[in-house]
Structure formats: structure tokens, C-alpha cells
């Protein structure tokens, strides 16, 4: 076996917690408030209004609420420097944030699937009203608004819960289109009236759709899945053309939060110094936070050329 020299630093990302944090709790708390206020709206005029989608998508904006604590409550916890019980920080909470903001969205869109297609056949004695299509039309501008910030929060500060919130905020936008969609098609012909319900089940594979976006890569962060082929490919050639490295092997990555974590094994010219390999390894180092896919933390090896075997 080679000795191995460990050349990472431990400073796991975002050393300015407290601003982003701070950022974090700025904008979530506007989206709260914005969410109370347009489900008291939707499903005021979903009720006057006689729709079931807008009332359905009144339901939406609610449970955005409950994501909104979810941030709120766990931007504390994950904003946290990293300490001695927990040397690779707490990053892993906000995965678990957006984890659970995913299952959130995936109860609602099922509830709101079945309900309509439980009701489909039901026989609709009102027409909905205009003031539910006005309802609709005001939630899409003003949650596509909401999305665009947060999702501009969420790039800046490299937060998967944030931008995970995010596409809550645009989820509920798009669930109001087919449901302003089925007030007007059913204002305009009675007899379309079950559009009202075709749009509720639409909203559910809407909100669905963007579980998938935000769920699976959380998972998979939460268990340890490595770096695509790709981006695996690509950190080991970052390594291998830094000078005086002769071959990398044993290449490791996980997802820690936002970003990924490497650890693997350089072999260098056994006539090097202690000194020598140590620069090469922080060379490399260096290389990979610079031009890598979304790093955070490197581990290298270091290993003399002759008494390395590839793994």
C-alpha cells in the first residue's frame, strides 16, 4: 500500500451562513405571506365563483405554507458552521428539507387528482364566474414573480431547499392556467363545464411533474449517489493534467447539499520530497475547486508511482 497524504480542507461551503441565511428567511417570508393571502383569494372566488380548479388550486397555495415553515424552520439548522459532531456541516438537513417539501407536493397533487376524477360526473347546476378566472389570472403573475426570486436566491446561495421552495412558488402559477383555462372554456359553453375538473387533474400532473424535478435529485443526495459518468469523467481529467500527477484511480464522489464531494488517489515520481507531493496534491486540489462541477470539498491521496495499483 502507498502512504496517503489527505489535502482537503475541511471548510465545507458557505462560510457566510448567517447572510444567506438571512436571504433565505427574507424571501421565504414574503413568499408566507403571498401564499396566505392569494389562497384566501382563490378560494373566495373558487367558492363564489362556483370552480372547483380554483378552489383545488386555493387548496395549492395553502400548501405552500407549510413548505414555506419547512424552510423557514430549517435554515436554521443547516446554516450552521460545521462543528465537531458534525465535521462535513449540516447541509444534509437542507436535502431533508427538500425531501420532505417533494412528499408535500406529491400529496397534494394526488388528493387533488382524485378529487376531481371522484367528482368528474357530478352534475354542475352553476356556471363558475368570471371573478374566478380573475382569481387565476392574478395568481399566475404574482407566483411567477415569486418564483423568479426565489429561484434567483436559490442560485445565488446554491440551496436545493430554496430553489426546491421555488418551484413550489411556479408549481402553483402553472396549476392556475388550466384552472383559468376550465372557468373560461365553461363560461363561454355550459356544456363544457367538466373542463373544471380536466383542469384540476391537469394541475395534478403539473405539480407531479415538478415533484420529480425537485425530489429525485434530493434522494439520491441522501443516499449517496455518486456524480454522473460525466461530471466523474471530467474530475478526473482536471486531476490528471495538473503537472507532476502520473495517474488517478480510485475516484470517489458524493452529494453533500448543492454540490459534490471528491475523494480520490493521485500517484506521483517516488523520488519525490514529503514537500514535493504535498504541493502536487494542493495543486490538484486547487484545480478541481476552480474548475469543477460544483465542488465543496476535495480529498486527495497521495501515492508513489511505483507501489500504486489501479482499483
Excluded at 24 to 46: E, I, M
Excluded at 58 to 63: G, T, W
Excluded at 109 to 119: K, S
Excluded at 231 to 242: K, N, P, S, V, Y
Amino acid at each position: 500500500m502507498g502512504t496517503s497524504s489527505n489535502a482537503a480542507s475541511r471548510g465545507l461551503p458557505r462560510d457566510n451562513g448567517a447572510d444567506e441565511a438571512l436571504q433565505v428567511r427574507r424571501v421565504t417570508w414574503t413568499g408566507l405571506v403571498v401564499n396566505v393571502l392569494l389562497s384566501a383569494l382563490k378560494f373566495a372566488a373558487g367558492v363564489l365563483g362556483h370552480s372547483q380548479a380554483v378552489v383545488a388550486d386555493a387548496v395549492h397555495s395553502l400548501s405552500d405554507v407549510s413548505t414555506d415553515l419547512a424552510v423557514l424552520i430549517g435554515v436554521r439548522y443547516w446554516s450552521a458552521p460545521a462543528d465537531a459532531g458534525h465535521p462535513y456541516g449540516h447541509r444534509r438537513i437542507e436535502t431533508l428539507v427538500t425531501v420532505v417539501i417533494a412528499v408535500s407536493l406529491a400529496g397534494v397533487a394526488l388528493a387533488l387528482g382524485y378529487n376531481a376524477l371522484a367528482t368528474l360526473n357530478a352534475e354542475h347546476t352553476t356556471r363558475p364566474g368570471w371573478i374566478a378566472l380573475g382569481a387565476a389570472l392574478f395568481s399566475i403573475l404574482s407566483k411567477e414573480s415569486l418564483y423568479r426570486w426565489t429561484n434567483a436566491v436559490g442560485r445565488r446561495i446554491r440551496s436545493s431547499a430554496v430553489m426546491a421552495n421555488a418551484w413550489h412558488h411556479r408549481s402553483d402559477g402553472l396549476s392556475s392556467v388550466p384552472a383559468a383555462l376550465a372557468v373560461a372554456g365553461a363560461r363561454m359553453r355550459p356544456s363544457w363545464a367538466f373542463l373544471d375538473h380536466v383542469g384540476a387533474i391537469l394541475v395534478s400532473f403539473i405539480i407531479l411533474q415538478a415533484v420529480w424535478r425537485i425530489g429525485w435529485p434530493a434522494i439520491k443526495g441522501l443516499t449517496d449517489a455518486g456524480a454522473s459518468e460525466e461530471d466523474t469523467e471530467r474530475i478526473g481529467a482536471i486531476a490528471l493534467r495538473t503537472e507532476g500527477v502520473r495517474l488517478v484511480h480510485a475516484l470517489r464522489t458524493r452529494h453533500i447539499g448543492f454540490g459534490l464531494a471528491v475523494d480520490l488517489h493521485i500517484m506521483v515520481e517516488g523520488s519525490m520530497t514529503v514537500k514535493q507531493g504535498h504541493d502536487v496534491s494542493e495543486a490538484v486540489k486547487a484545480n478541481l475547486l476552480a474548475d469543477g462541477p460544483d465542488l465543496v470539498d476535495v480529498i486527495v491521496h497521495l501515492e508513489p508511482c511505483e507501489e500504486a495499483r489501479a482499483t
